[in-house]
């Protein structure tokens, strides 16, 4: 039976060649230096031998109650005036109020979005919105209009 070895150790090259040419028939023996560089295999990147920069992390904006939004201006209080009766409503209901206040109706599914972010519509079905009970209670505390000055007198 045979028990083959490996073993791995450290010797001066000078000696090597010694013991070899004494024990060994060697007649022509040619010895060429390797020199040691890391070995980059299939398992190892190519990209982790690199150093990248690293990038700085990207700030994002937070959506819906990162900011502040006025219920009683604009295309959101023609919104919440035709929501206000407690009916769902499709967004085509608001378009006349919208167009007659001179204001665009493409952007008036993103406004009732952002209302539903807020709390203030809600939507029973796709398509239709209602308003929330918040949303009501806000509606009904909205801020009195400015008096004319003929008015006052």
């Given at each position: 039976?045979?028990?083959?070895?490996k073993?791995?150790?450290?010797?001066?090259?000078?000696?090597?060649?010694?013991?070899?040419?004494?024990?060994?028939?060697?007649?022509?023996?040619s010895?060429?230096?390797?020199?040691?560089?890391?070995?980059?295999?299939?398992?190892?990147?190519?990209?982790?031998?690199?150093?990248?920069?690293?990038?700085?992390?990207?700030?994002?904006?937070?959506?819906?109650?990162?900011?502040?939004?006025?219920?009683?201006?604009?295309?959101?209080?023609?919104?919440?005036?035709?929501?206000?009766?407690g009916?769902?409503?499709?967004g085509?209901d608001c378009?006349?109020?919208?167009?007659?206040?001179?204001?665009?109706?493409?952007?008036?599914?993103?406004?009732?979005?952002?209302?539903?972010?807020h709390?203030?519509?809600?939507?029973?079905?796709?398509?239709?919105?209602?308003?929330?009970?918040?949303?009501?209670?806000?509606?009904?505390?909205?801020?009195?209009t400015?008096?004319?000055?003929?008015?006052?007198?």
């Open positions: 039976m045979t028990i083959k070895y073993l791995g150790f450290t010797i001066d090259s000078q000696t090597l060649f010694g013991i070899l040419s004494k024990f060994l028939p060697i007649e022509d023996l010895v060429e230096e390797v020199p040691e560089r890391p070995l980059v295999t299939k398992e190892t990147p190519i990209k982790a031998l690199r150093i990248l920069p690293v990038r700085a992390p990207q700030v994002r904006r937070k959506k819906g109650n990162g900011y502040a939004l006025n219920p009683y201006a604009g295309c959101n209080a023609i919104i919440m005036a035709t929501l206000a009766d009916e769902p409503h499709t085509n378009f006349p109020a919208m167009m007659a206040a001179g204001y665009a109706t493409n952007g008036l599914y993103g406004r009732l979005d952002r209302l539903k972010r709390g203030y519509v809600v939507q029973p079905r796709p398509g239709q919105w209602r308003l929330t009970p918040k949303g009501k209670t806000v509606w009904n505390e909205r801020p009195a400015a008096l004319n000055i003929e008015e006052r007198a």
